[in-house]
């Protein structure tokens, strides 16, 4: 079990790395006045529009849009998830990562340190090296192999994938690879060996095609078992371990980035064999979900690492619900530019048994046919609902609605917003803004994003947090009914709790909110402001909103107090109101 990474700790690491050598490590960047600039690493160009920021510590493509400080540029460049990210740069800075209990206090608990992770992927490692010896030297080996053959593998394929077998014994893989009483609780650990409730230690996976599974770095962090005969079950994963989380792994991944250095493309498959039957006919771009269904995380991975992203699966039921969870773990990920489909295969088939039927040539064929998000987000949507009926159009609106709403990307939003107006007969300007909040409305491009008050102050605030100082704090205000408040009042009750933090920390704070995606937009808005002007008009556009606010609820007073309804405290806060509004 592992705690919490400390804030300051993060705090401490994004200080300490400076965005432009990052950056500038990886892709060269050029001086361009004050700032750095390079063609986007995230998409395809040929005049430069990706700008680095040394005075915000920040980045922004005027191209893509994307943007970020340190660690955004990690997770976007090298793929990573958000610890990864933090782990990389612990290492760049030669620092261990402390860790928290739950209640923000002193370790109370072991942390799994980097030296106890080296030792468990170096020992993994050396379980796949005893598992592929098994295939070619156990005495079972020539039915194993032969079953191989049968699934029309190579050796070569064998070899690329790691793929070995678990001997039909319970205790080969323990004597083996446990010369200790340590490492054979490591082994238990990592679930290369169990035990049972007796105390008894013996192998977890026997007799069992190996496939060695392979996290983005290559690493082996954990096994699935296929039988080669009829005993259930059928495949066997291996359980969670502290380096093996099912939803944040796909099968092949791997070797599909190796393959493919511009990976332009991904087929999402359901089993191993799947994708080592699709690699042997030359379709090496395959990944396979673990004994689950396709994560967010899967599909966060996904768009980071391609821009199309295929999803074959069975044309039963069961594969059309495992498509439509991807697909809805897929739109709260989706960006512009992101090819998102989905294929489906003749019931009873599966990837193996088509691409073996059909060849490459056919099945890229058969994919390249695949249905677009577009159209199957509706079709999933109609088969089971009558839109000719207003019941079916007010069904077809309240399931489809809040699913739109989460999309990040303006053009997908937009087009499935378009489409389910046309559908149920109703005008898209009627549709927007149902159900939606102001700040997350918030997803224009740089050009087009209006800057309100709210948004005007709010983005001051964020690059200049010395600005926190120069109004009242007034807790209150974030109840106000007025949107952006709530936001505006809690980065200035983080800076009030922390004076000395810098901007681009500042908005670190904020990435695990929902307005993350809006703050970075702002806070890569150029305001054009003069140094001695700051202050006076940061005060003056805050007097304003408060003054807005002020003026909204002595309004309200008003009108509840002509109906007699006002009670003893709205009084006086109405006369208070009177009061501040004449000063």
Same mark, same amino acid.
């Given at each position: 079990?592992?705690?919490?990474?400390?804030?300051?700790?993060?705090?401490?690491?994004?200080?300490?790395?400076?965005?432009?050598?990052?950056?500038?490590?990886?892709?060269?960047?050029?001086?361009?006045?004050?700032?750095?600039?390079?063609?986007?690493?995230?998409?395809?160009?040929?005049?430069?529009?990706?700008?680095?920021?040394?005075?915000?510590?920040?980045?922004?493509?005027?191209?893509?849009?994307?943007?970020?400080?340190?660690?955004?540029?990690?997770?976007?460049?090298?793929?990573?998830? &958000?610890?990864?990210?933090?782990?990389? +740069?612990?290492?760049?800075?030669?620092?261990?990562?402390?860790?928290?209990?739950?209640?923000?206090?002193?370790?109370?608990?072991?942390?799994?340190?980097?030296?106890?992770?080296?030792?468990?992927?170096?020992?993994?490692?050396?379980?796949?090296? &005893?598992?592929?010896?098994?295939?070619?030297?156990? @005495?079972?080996?020539?039915?194993?192999?032969?079953?191989?053959?049968?699934?029309?593998?190579?050796?070569?394929?064998?070899?690329?994938?790691?793929?070995?077998?678990?001997?039909?014994?319970?205790?080969?893989? +323990?004597?083996?690879?446990?010369?200790?009483?340590?490492?054979?609780?490591?082994?238990?650990?990592?679930?290369?060996?169990?035990?049972?409730?007796?105390?008894?230690?013996?192998? &977890?996976?026997?007799?069992?095609?190996?496939?060695?599974?392979?996290?983005?770095?290559?690493?082996?962090?954990?096994?699935?078992?296929?039988?080669?005969?009829?005993?259930?079950?059928?495949?066997?994963?291996?359980?969670?371990?502290?380096?093996?989380?099912?939803?944040?792994?796909?099968?092949?991944?791997?070797?599909?980035?190796?393959?493919?250095?511009?990976?332009?493309?991904?087929?999402?498959?359901?089993?191993?064999?799947?994708?080592?039957?699709?690699?042997?006919?030359?379709?090496?771009?395959?990944?396979?979900?673990?004994?689950?269904?396709?994560?967010?995380?899967?599909?966060?991975?996904?768009?980071?690492?391609?821009?199309?992203?295929?999803?074959?699966?069975?044309?039963?039921?069961?594969?059309?619900?495992?498509?439509?969870?991807?697909?809805?773990?897929?739109?709260?990920?989706?960006?512009?530019?992101?090819?998102?489909?989905?294929?489906?295969?003749?019931?009873?088939?599966?990837?193996?048994?088509?691409?073996?039927?059909?060849?490459?040539?056919?099945?890229?064929?058969?994919?390249?046919?695949?249905?677009?998000?577009?159209?199957?987000?509706?079709?999933?949507?109609?088969?089971?609902?009558?839109?000719?009926?207003?019941?079916?159009?007010?069904?077809? +609106?309240?399931?489809?609605?809040?699913?739109? @709403?989460?999309?990040?990307?303006?053009?997908?939003?937009?087009?499935?917003?378009?489409?389910?107006? $046309?559908?149920?007969?109703?005008?898209?300007?009627?549709?927007?803004?149902?159900?939606?909040?102001?700040?997350?409305?918030?997803?224009?491009?740089?050009?087009?994003?209006?800057?309100?008050?709210?948004?005007?102050?709010?983005?001051?605030?964020?690059?200049?947090?010395?600005?926190?100082?120069?109004?009242?704090?007034?807790?209150?205000?974030? $109840?106000?009914?007025?949107?952006?408040?709530?936001?505006?009042?809690?980065?200035?009750?983080?800076? +009030?709790?922390?004076?000395?933090?810098?901007?681009?920390?500042?908005?670190?704070?904020?990435?695990?909110?929902?307005?993350?995606?809006?703050?970075?937009?702002?806070?890569?808005?150029?305001h054009h402001i003069t140094e001695e002007n700051l202050a006076p008009e940061f005060i003056t556009t805050f007097k304003f909103l408060q003054d807005s606010y002020l003026k909204k609820r002595l309004e309200q007073l008003e009108i509840k107090g002509k109906t007699n309804q006002l009670d003893k405290d709205e009084?006086?806060?109405?006369?208070?109101?009177?009061?501040?509004?004449?000063?």
């Amino acid at each position: 079990m592992s705690g919490r990474i400390p804030k300051q700790f993060i705090d401490d690491l994004i200080e300490r790395t400076d965005v432009v050598d990052l950056i500038d490590a990886k892709v060269p960047l050029k001086k361009a006045g004050k700032n750095y600039q390079a063609c986007c690493p995230f998409h395809n160009e040929k005049s430069p529009s990706f700008s680095v920021s040394p005075d915000k510590q920040f980045y922004h493509c005027f191209g893509c849009g994307a943007h970020g400080n340190v660690i955004g540029f990690l997770m976007e460049y090298e793929q990573l998830e &958000f610890v990864e990210a933090i782990e990389e +740069l612990a290492r760049l800075h030669a620092l261990e990562i402390p860790r928290e209990d739950v209640k923000g206090k002193s370790q109370k608990y072991e942390s799994v340190s980097r030296e106890q992770k080296l030792s468990d992927y170096d020992l993994l490692e050396t379980a796949t090296k &005893f598992f592929q010896h098994q295939l070619k030297h156990d @005495e079972n080996s020539h039915k194993v192999i032969e079953y191989l053959k049968s699934r029309s593998l190579s050796g070569e394929i064998a070899q690329l994938y790691g793929i070995g077998y678990a001997p039909d014994a319970w205790d080969k893989a +323990l004597k083996s690879l446990s010369k200790t009483p340590e490492q054979q609780q490591q082994l238990v650990d990592l679930k290369v060996l169990t035990q049972n409730d007796s105390g008894r230690t013996y192998d &977890f996976f026997r007799n069992r095609v190996m496939f060695p599974i392979r996290d983005k770095r290559g690493r082996v962090v954990g096994f699935g078992g296929r039988v080669i005969d009829d005993s259930m079950p059928k495949y066997l994963n291996s359980p969670e371990t502290r380096v093996f989380h099912k939803g944040r792994e796909l099968y092949g991944f791997y070797q599909a980035k190796i393959a493919n250095p511009k990976l332009e493309k991904v087929l999402i498959v359901e089993g191993y064999m799947d994708v080592v039957s699709l690699a042997q006919q030359g379709i090496n771009y395959a990944v396979a979900s673990l004994g689950t269904a396709t994560t967010a995380d899967h599909m966060q991975m996904l768009f980071r690492a391609t821009r199309q992203v295929i999803c074959c699966y069975d044309g039963d039921r069961a594969g059309r619900d495992a498509a439509w969870r991807a697909l809805e773990n897929a739109l709260p990920h989706l960006k512009d530019g992101i090819d998102l489909r989905f294929s489906f295969l003749p019931d009873g088939e599966d990837p193996d048994t088509m691409v073996q039927k059909e060849g490459k040539e056919s099945f890229e064929q058969r994919i390249s046919q695949s249905t677009p998000l577009l159209s199957y987000f509706y079709e999933h949507f109609l088969i089971d609902l009558d839109i000719t009926t207003d019941a079916g159009k007010s069904a077809l +609106l309240s399931a489809a609605k809040p699913l739109i @709403e989460v999309v990040p990307s303006d053009y997908y939003k937009e087009a499935l917003m378009a489409k389910l107006a $046309e559908l149920i007969g109703k005008q898209v300007e009627k549709l927007v803004g149902f159900n939606r909040s102001p700040i997350a409305q918030v997803r224009q491009k740089q050009t087009e994003l209006q800057i309100t008050p709210m948004r005007r102050a709010i983005a001051m605030l964020l690059q200049h947090p010395v600005l926190a100082k120069s109004v009242p704090f007034i807790p209150a205000l974030s $109840e106000a009914d007025l949107p952006g408040f709530n936001v505006l009042i809690n980065i200035q009750k983080t800076i +009030l709790e922390q004076p000395e933090i810098k901007s681009h920390v500042l908005l670190e704070r904020f990435r695990e909110s929902k307005e993350y995606s809006f703050l970075s937009r702002l806070f890569a808005w150029e305001h054009h402001i003069t140094e001695e002007n700051l202050a006076p008009e940061f005060i003056t556009t805050f007097k304003f909103l408060q003054d807005s606010y002020l003026k909204k609820r002595l309004e309200q007073l008003e009108i509840k107090g002509k109906t007699n309804q006002l009670d003893k405290d709205e009084w006086k806060e109405y006369s208070a109101l009177l009061m501040a509004l004449k000063k």
